[in-house]
């Protein structure tokens, strides 16, 4: 089957484990999901993740992070799709959840998060809003 958008289906995939409070959740990987993956963690959203090479594609196992029984990742939502792309320069870098969240961005310096795009002073394709 082909998908159309392998980010939505990336982030639908931690959004449902999530809420069903699985420890872990596969995604088939890829470099920008590995980008993403990275920006997780390095923002304490999620605990880690592995790529178990299958000799194919490849999977990414992704460790879903609790505090007790209560969620750390409260929200991942898609912004620009293939049939809207949404972009924001480096002033018009949205915040989410007035700072408490954070924008992935597809820049031309590679995938990072709003706030390292505006220190940067680029702007970009806005990925996601994660809070």
Do not use: C
């Not at 931690?14 to 590995?34: G, L, Q, T």
């Not at 609790?66 to 969620?71: A, C, T």
């Amino acid at each position: 089957m082909q998908m159309s958008d392998v980010i939505a289906d990336m982030l639908t995939r931690i959004r449902n484990a999530n809420n069903a409070k699985h420890e872990s959740v596969d995604i088939p990987a890829s470099n920008m999901k590995k980008a993403i993956a990275d920006i997780l963690v390095a923002e304490g959203y999620v605990k880690g993740y592995t790529v178990i090479e299958d000799g194919k594609q490849g999977t990414i196992r992704i460790q879903l992070k609790y505090i007790g029984k209560e969620k750390v990742l409260r929200g991942i939502r898609r912004v620009s799709k293939p049939g809207l792309r949404i972009y924001a320069g480096s002033n018009d870098m949205p915040k989410v959840m007035n700072g408490l969240g954070i924008a992935i961005v597809s820049t031309s310096k590679g995938i990072m998060t709003d706030k390292s795009a505006r220190k940067q002073n680029i702007g970009g394709e806005i990925i996601a809003f994660v809070w």
